[in-house]
């Protein structure tokens, strides 16, 4: 058969794991009894949770006669690195744009990527039916960017005769008329097998190279590797020459070779130039290593993607509940998983420092930080972590530190509180525009440090109603100290079990984190005071009984809703001389120093 290998593309939550639903329905790929799951491709726990996509998928179906090899990619900015690890395996991509939203940070980001990798383009306008549509302009603002984007990357030739499409990926429409609201997908399934997106072409019969671009791992196989063979032709159960980062070939025996069918796998005894293939064999390979052949081993260039820009510090917990609640408790487990999460993605870094107890992670941002730490809870270990720190840089002897362009999408009566915010996080307008009647889009350039912790803030300003997104701009200078939150921490001064009664009487103190009967001890963080500095309260006081019972002696005792307590949230909330502590079964805040007689209630 012949084969096409495309990727869709768009920015967080504009509708790209919804139409690959309707696309793998509306090809045949399902049996029309067979009940399909919503989201088929967001297979994993946290996916299904937030509703985002984490990780860069695969799945493969058959239209006319080609075979089609398509990759559902992530849309959100700290995740980049997996989408540009999937630019790698394809020939085309289909970037999927909202009609409302239009163009946004990621799409931008992942446009850059595909223009100077020289790959073929083509739109969807997603979403067509909302109420607040505005795809005429919509379509305007990506051929602006397209055209700013060729100019910016250098690119000699690049076709920018791109068709658009328009329609809803819920509804499983598309058509090349804006004004259509109802039909099929075909016109989409047609425009991939058609000529506008190259064909896998490749040397078939030339030296054998694979550049591995993705890992997995089988109970049955060990570690698998994935990736296009970009020449030659590959048979199962052969010896081959693996190269790693060190660039010495050294021969591995290639077992099983599959590739990809509909949502899972299927085994074949040789495969051709172009086709991505799952393959075992090698349990140390890394992202970036190359298979090729015994006689001419060539190794292709290393996956280099862009480098992270925050840093965090991870412990083995040392708090006095530890070991109560989690399985792993060891600096050893710690440091294993961290190797296996940096072994699955390019763009993790981590390092050990002078204490054996701490090591810094490096990533993209504070949210594939939490996902990473979130996936560590479940598995049962026990660990605290810092506050996120962006990574500075020294050029010629001057101090510098990343930049974000960071564009809010709020209600109009929301835009003065978020100048605001901005404002005192050294933030700096650089457009405003109406979206729409009652929408105002925003853009802002501000130091990637002022961006920590603002979110959760954000969402309060704008009542929920806001949509920010942020995209890295490079280094720039300095800015001096930064204020990480403005009130300071209710601290606990004692360990025991809280009460009603203590709770109730320190309510005026500030907003409280827990709730009545829940172990605390000495420094723990129990809420966020009223004011800049610290405060210490007793929380665990119990109401001295006394004999005299009087009608109304007896007060009844409600406490307002505590909020769950998320990663997310911790990782915003704390300041520098704070930890998150985190458990199977609960995030806790608390003091570096835990004892109150050795630290400052200053701050």
């Avoid at 058509?175 to 047609?190: H, I, M, T, V, Y």
């Avoid at 070779?257 to 390979?285: K, P």
């Avoid at 300041?575 to 995030?587: F, G, R």
């Amino acid at each position: 058969m012949k084969l096409k290998n495309i990727a869709i593309v768009a920015h967080v939550d504009h509708g790209k794991t919804t139409l690959v639903d309707e696309l793998l329905k509306q090809s045949g790929l399902f049996a029309e009894h067979e009940t399909v799951a919503e989201r088929v491709m967001d297979s994993g726990e946290l996916e299904k949770e937030r509703g985002i996509t984490i990780t860069a998928k695969n799945c493969a179906f058959q239209w006319g006669d080609y075979k089609i090899n398509l990759l559902d990619t992530p849309g959100h900015a700290d995740f980049g690195g997996e989408v540009e690890r999937s630019l790698m395996m394809v020939d085309g991509i289909v970037l999927l744009v909202d009609a409302a939203e239009g163009p946004l940070p990621q799409t931008r980001f992942v446009l850059q990527k595909a223009i100077e990798q020289g790959i073929k383009i083509g739109v969807m306008i997603n979403k067509i039916d909302r109420p607040d549509q505005r795809y005429e302009e919509v379509q305007g603002e990506i051929e602006d960017l397209l055209l700013e984007l060729v100019d910016l990357a250098g690119v000699e030739e690049f076709d920018l005769d791109i068709p658009f499409f328009f329609g809803s990926g819920r509804d499983g429409y598309a058509s090349d008329d804006p004004e259509a609201r109802e039909g099929d997908l075909k016109p989409l399934l047609n425009f991939f097998i058609g000529d506008y997106f190259p064909e896998a072409l490749l040397d078939k019969a030339g030296n054998l190279q694979l550049l591995v671009s993705n890992l997995d791992y089988s109970k049955y196989l060990g570690t698998l590797m994935i990736g296009r063979i970009t020449s030659g032709t590959m048979l199962a159960n052969k010896p081959y020459n693996w190269i790693n980062k060190t660039g010495k070939p050294k021969q591995v025996k290639i077992g099983k070779i599959q590739i990809f069918e509909g949502l899972g796998f299927a085994e074949v005894d040789s495969a051709e130039a172009g086709e991505i293939v799952i393959l075992s064999g090698v349990e140390d390979a890394m992202i970036g290593d190359t298979i090729t052949s015994l006689e001419n081993p060539q190794a292709l260039p290393r996956i280099e993607v862009d480098p992270p820009t925050v840093s965090v510090q991870v412990s083995v917990s040392t708090s006095p509940l530890s070991g109560q609640e989690g399985e792993y408790l060891t600096s050893r487990k710690l440091e294993e998983f961290l190797q296996e999460a940096i072994r699955k993605n390019v763009s993790l870094q981590y390092e050990s420092t002078d204490d054996p107890k701490v090591f810094i992670l490096k990533a993209r941002g504070e949210l594939q930080v939490a996902i990473v730490f979130e996936e560590i809870r479940r598995a049962g270990y026990e660990l605290m972590i810092a506050r996120p720190q962006v990574l500075l840089k020294e050029v010629d002897g001057v101090k510098q530190e990343p930049y974000e362009k960071v564009v809010f999408d709020v209600p109009t009566e929301s835009t003065g509180a978020v100048t605001e915010a901005m404002g005192t996080r050294k933030g700096i307008m650089e457009a405003m525009t109406p979206v729409g009647e009652t929408r105002t889009r925003i853009e802002f350039k501000v130091p990637s440090r002022g961006l920590i912790g603002y979110r959760s803030k954000f969402l309060t300003d704008t009542k929920g109603e806001g949509l920010m997104s942020s995209y890295f701009l490079g280094y720039g200078e300095y800015v001096g100290k930064m204020l990480a939150r403005q009130n300071g921490a209710l601290i606990s001064d004692r360990a025991g079990k809280t009460t009603p009664y203590a709770l109730y009487n320190v309510l005026s103190s500030g907003q409280q984190f827990i709730k009545p009967g829940e172990k605390v001890y000495e420094g723990m963080v129990v809420g966020e005071h009223t004011r800049p500095n610290d405060l210490n309260l007793n929380v665990v006081r119990e109401k001295h009984l006394t004999s005299v019972r009087t009608a109304g002696k007896d007060e009844n005792i409600i406490l307002p809703p505590i909020p769950a307590r998320t990663l997310e949230w911790a990782l915003d909330w704390i300041d520098d001389d704070e930890w998150v502590e985190v458990t199977p079964e609960n995030i806790r805040v608390r003091k570096k120093v835990l004892k109150s007689n050795e630290r400052s209630v200053k701050r």
